[in-house]
């Protein structure tokens, strides 16, 4: 009877064992492991970042302006005497600089530039001494400037000031008709200053573009202008306008963050 009962248990116990083993195999299809996902990810507009260096091209249209002023007697014309000569022409040129943000949206940066200046230009006056006619003459081949921005910044688009100083190479010359004495010419550097601002827009990781008006001062200088020996001091003064295209290519990893940060997901 003992042996009997330890058989039946036996067998009880083997029995259980045997159907709980196959219990997830027969049941598979009713028992599914949980699954965890991650909550979603807010979303990261792009952010464009202005800081870095960057250099360009424009072309544009320039408006040089002489107001030449007797300031002495003596001469063709009488002391106080305003003439004034001008040129509009074709303009283009090279620029480069740096940008940094110092606030979420404020930009300070430092530009130089260098244009090329492609046109002269010379106007007749007639003189207190009928029939002699003065000729003066300008020519500048290039414009040089080094300055200062600050810009407001949303996302791509930047719009800024800038100021600072300027460098224009001049060249003057007059001669009488009829032809007498000797013509006056004279070549130097002028320097002054130039302010403006613009529009500049990122439509790219490395690119940018703007449009910019610039009017630029070179004060005023005076030159004896003179013929057969006699001299009349005149005042030049000098300024122009600027209105220009460009282009820029901006070096990222020069100092500069990322331009377009990208959105971060996780997948489990």
């Given at each position: 009877?003992?042996?009997?009962?330890?058989?039946?248990?036996?067998?009880?116990?083997?029995?259980?064992?045997?159907?709980?083993?196959?219990?997830?195999?027969?049941?598979?299809?009713?028992?599914?492991?949980?699954?965890?996902?991650?909550?979603?990810?807010?979303?990261?507009?792009?952010?464009?970042?202005?800081?870095?260096?960057?250099?360009g091209?424009?072309?544009?249209?320039?408006?040089?302006?002489?107001?030449?002023?007797?300031?002495?007697?003596?001469?063709?014309?009488?002391?106080?005497?305003?003439?004034?000569?001008?040129?509009?022409?074709?303009?283009?040129?090279?620029?480069?600089?740096?940008?940094?943000?110092?606030?979420?949206?404020?930009?300070?940066?430092?530009?130089?530039?260098?244009?090329?200046?492609?046109?002269?230009?010379?106007?007749?006056?007639?003189?207190?001494?009928?029939?002699t006619v003065?000729?003066?003459?300008?020519?500048?081949?290039?414009?040089?400037?080094?300055?200062?921005?600050?810009?407001?910044?949303?996302?791509?688009?930047?719009?800024?000031?800038?100021?600072?100083?300027?460098?224009?190479?001049?060249?003057?010359?007059?001669?009488?008709?009829?032809?007498?004495?000797?013509?006056?010419?004279?070549?130097?550097?002028?320097?002054?200053?130039?302010?403006?601002?613009g529009?500049?827009?990122?439509f790219?990781?490395?690119?940018?573009?703007?449009?910019?008006?610039?009017?630029?001062?070179?004060?005023?200088?005076?030159?004896?202008v003179?013929?057969g020996?006699?001299?009349?001091?005149?005042?030049y003064?000098?300024?122009?306008q600027?209105?220009?295209?460009?282009?820029?290519?901006?070096?990222?990893?020069?100092?500069?963050a990322?331009?377009?940060?990208?959105?971060?997901?996780?997948?489990?």
């Amino acid at each position: 009877m003992k042996k009997l009962l330890l058989a039946s248990v036996a067998f009880t116990v083997a029995t259980s064992a045997a159907m709980a083993a196959d219990y997830p195999v027969r049941h598979k299809r009713y028992v599914k492991a949980p699954v965890y996902k991650a909550p979603p990810m807010p979303y990261i507009p792009p952010v464009y970042d202005w800081t870095g260096l960057y250099i360009g091209g424009h072309v544009g249209w320039g408006h040089m302006r002489d107001a030449m002023t007797t300031q002495a007697a003596g001469g063709f014309f009488a002391p106080g005497t305003v003439n004034v000569m001008s040129s509009d022409q074709l303009i283009a040129g090279l620029q480069g600089g740096y940008n940094f943000m110092v606030a979420p949206h404020i930009l300070l940066g430092f530009e130089g530039e260098f244009t090329w200046l492609t046109k002269g230009y010379s106007a007749n006056f007639a003189t207190n001494a009928p029939p002699t006619v003065l000729t003066n003459t300008g020519n500048s081949d290039w414009v040089a400037t080094a300055a200062g921005r600050l810009g407001y910044a949303n996302d791509n688009m930047l719009i800024y000031a800038k100021g600072g100083g300027a460098w224009l190479d001049a060249k003057y010359g007059a001669y009488q008709t009829p032809a007498a004495g000797v013509p006056f010419s004279s070549s130097n550097v002028r320097t002054g200053y130039v302010v403006g601002g613009g529009l500049e827009y990122g439509f790219s990781q490395n690119w940018s573009a703007k449009a910019e008006y610039a009017y630029l001062d070179f004060g005023t200088n005076t030159y004896n202008v003179g013929f057969g020996g006699a001299t009349t001091a005149t005042g030049y003064k000098t300024d122009m306008q600027q209105v220009k295209l460009g282009l820029n290519y901006r070096f990222n990893g020069f100092g500069g963050a990322p331009l377009l940060a990208e959105p971060i997901s996780t997948k489990y």
